[in-house]
């Protein structure tokens, strides 16, 4: 089948459970009769017909959906298949005939089948809120890796996460980021630097043409480039601190206006270091709502904060972006697991950007990367420098060290600077010598 019937099928489904657990949270949850139209067509057409429209929920002990019958398993994101499917000739006139007969078994097959559906943390929402931009503040529930809910809530800050969506802004940092990415591979080779012949081409005079230099000049075959690309391009611009703060906050505010923020407790603790772990974790904590493009693998941005060696960190190499050696370096369990995933990515939040945030479709963060990232964004720009306008004792060194802008320890030496000026001047009018 192809990808947008499949899509189509997820979309319907989720749809169906979210219409039954609002049923539910009412308090007049519908009987079968009344929920027949739509739930019958759930039934039929998604969960027995395995061969025409069974959603992609991949079937796996402890995660994922619950397992259907031996004649109504799904493949692996994408629709059920094989001789119990109805594969052959005679397959589908078998399978109709099957799901017909079971259709009318009972009503209570479709209830597992909704149980069995992934839990979905995500809100979404179909359109941006009338009051987005307003900077309220909005509660979340905490949820585990495997989509269970802890009972835990936290708070987003609406004057990071509430923010009007300026586009601009977001651009303007989205343009700064790739310009900083963008390698310089283009480069030629000048007349003094192409291999060649250092012969004389012919005589200086009396063979009636032109005279000739070298064989490497530009208008030689095989010569050098006069006026090609050399390598020493640079493609980095500036821009200011504030407008990419003020960016980051754009793309955050972007992802709660639409939902496409969960929170969990942990990307270490109680998470298997395995690829198909983590990504059948992923299907049962959100289902088809975060699939990239073609619907057949998460997008998930995951924050976290790394842990050490001591609480139990998996040692690793990473590279490092300015001189490309290998460096040691710690990785978590949903770290190591989502490196052969291809739209996952976790990461420090200290790292965490405009361009990565919006070219994923969700944004999973845990509570402690939640706090450190509010604590970064509320972090002054620059620092109080009203402090050093005048003289006084030289500041401790702890202080000195918990500054990260850039130009604080010249200002030290400033200020120690003049320290010494105002002793020297104080112990020349005491009539001492220094």
């Known amino acids: ?39 019958g067509a759930f039934r039929h057409g998604v969960i027995i017909r395995g061969h025409r429209a069974v959603p992609a929920w991949r079937v796996r002990g402890g995660i994922g959906p619950a397992r259907l019958t031996a004649s109504h398993r799904v493949a692996h994101r994408g629709f059920a298949a094989g001789d119990a499917a109805g594969s052959g000739k005679n397959g589908d006139d078998e399978e109709s005939d099957e799901g017909a007969e079971e259709g009318d078994e009972g009503d209570g097959e479709w209830e597992d089948a909704l149980e069995g559906l992934p839990v979905e943390a995500l809100e979404l929402r179909d359109a941006v809120p009338d009051d987005q931009g307003a900077m309220a503040d909005r509660t979340l529930p905490v949820y585990g890796i495997t989509g269970a809910p802890t009972g835990e809530t936290v708070t987003l800050p609406g004057r990071h996460f509430d923010v009007p969506l300026r586009v601009d802004i977001a651009h303007r940092v989205v343009v700064w980021q790739r310009s900083k990415r963008r390698g310089v591979y283009a480069k030629t080779l000048t007349r003094s630097e192409v291999s060649g012949t250092t012969r004389k081409a012919r005589a200086q005079k009396g063979a009636g043409r032109a005279r000739v230099g070298t064989l ?46 969960v929170v969990l407790d942990s990307l270490h603790r109680g998470v298997e270091p395995k690829t198909q772990w983590l990504d059948g974790a992923l299907d049962t904590l959100l289902g088809a709502q975060s699939l990239a493009a073609g619907g057949r693998a998460h997008s998930v941005l995951c924050a976290e904060i790394p842990p050490t060696l001591e609480q139990g960190g998996l040692p690793a190499r990473r590279t490092c972006a300015r001189t490309g050696r290998k460096l040691p370096a710690v990785h978590s369990n949903a770290k190591r697991a989502s490196l052969n995933l291809p739209h996952v990515q976790v990461m420090d939040q200290f790292g965490l950007n405009v361009y990565d945030v919006l070219r994923h479709r969700s944004l999973a963060i845990t509570r402690d990367a939640l706090d450190a990232l509010v604590a970064r964004l509320d972090r002054p720009i620059k620092p109080d420098r009203a402090k050093w306008s005048a003289p006084q004792t030289t500041p401790d060194a702890a202080e000195v060290l918990d500054w990260t802008s850039r130009g604080h320890l010249r200002e030290v030496d400033k200020e120690r600077k003049k320290e010494d000026v105002f002793k020297r001047r104080a112990a020349k009018k005491a009539g001492a010598r220094v």
């Open 216 to 261: 490497r000049a530009p208008q030689m075959r095989g010569g050098g480039v006069a006026h090609g690309p050399n390598g020493m391009r640079n493609w980095n611009t500036k821009l200011q601190r504030r407008v990419r703060r003020a960016g980051l906050r754009v793309a955050l505010s972007a992802k709660a206006a639409e939902g496409r923020i």
């Open 1 to 39: 089948m192809t990808g947008a019937v499949e899509r189509a099928a997820r979309a319907f489904a989720s749809g169906a459970r979210r219409a039954l657990v609002a049923g539910a949270r009412d308090g007049a949850r519908a009987g079968p009769a009344e929920l027949a139209p739509s739930l």
